[in-house]
């Protein structure tokens, strides 16, 4: 069988790191939102036991997490399959917009429901997190809170209603190198989560100067509330009318040419299937 899927983008509006965990990983406390902004991924599920994956992100190095998804679903239910995976980015990577993790999601879960039977919502959620910290919240999608070290979710009430335009620099950010400085430089936050404030936007300034200008335009776009998602390098300002986002999104492209720079809508999913054009 063949299913095409896509595996949406999120905005972190809200990111608070609570400390370093025994574990080594993060504290964390984030009002994530997933938008429109998509992967497409294209799943060909057969008998045998080879799993291959085509991704047309330049510079990748190793089995991307999609890959790894696919090994990690089949050996939880003990069983083989051939699996053709073909990706096709439109997620800027090494933006904090979670590109990678939710092609992993979107695997898991569509494979999920090829190969029967389905895993229990748990078993799922843990062979996640097992692959990546963001991986989970995909599996929900729309507007989650997201704590612990990415485990803990929570739907929120009500999806966003916001339209984002989003800034996204030709500059890579590390999440190792930023929360390393982080942990140099600042301190666990224990306040509550405030729409746009991220914890690690200076620790990301710190280490990749040449998004001081791109922070700076993003705040003052005109915006409710802008921030950085995730770790960097992407930025967004929250609008309430779709035509005020789309006026921000075009100055910011004159501004910065050498930039991408879209415009999003609030999403529910985090994966669904394009033929059947509903979650499942």
Known sequence: MTVEVRAYAKLNLALRVRGRRADGYHEIDSIVQTIDLADGLRLRVAEGDAVQVSNDLIGLQGPDLAERAASALL????TTRDVEIEVTKRIPAGAGLGGGSSDAAAVLHHLDLAVP???PRDRLLAVAAGIGSDVPLFLVGGC???????????????LRTETFALLVPPVHC????????WRDHAAPNDQPCVLGENDLLYPAL???????????AIRGSGGTFAGMSGSGAAFYAAFSEPAAAHRAAAALARSFPEAQVLVCRPTPWGTRRVDTGGRT
Do not use: D, F, I
Request: glycine share 4%; net charge positive.
């Open 75 to 78: 050996a939880a239910k003990e």
């Open 206 to 216: 710190a280490t990749h100067p040449a998004l001081l200008p791109y922070h700076q």
């Open 117 to 119: 039977p389905r895993l």
């Open 144 to 158: 989650v809170r997201v704590r612990g070290r990415g485990e803990r979710l929570n739907v929120c009430p009500q």
């Open 174 to 181: 590390s999440t190792a190198s930023v929360y390393a400085a």
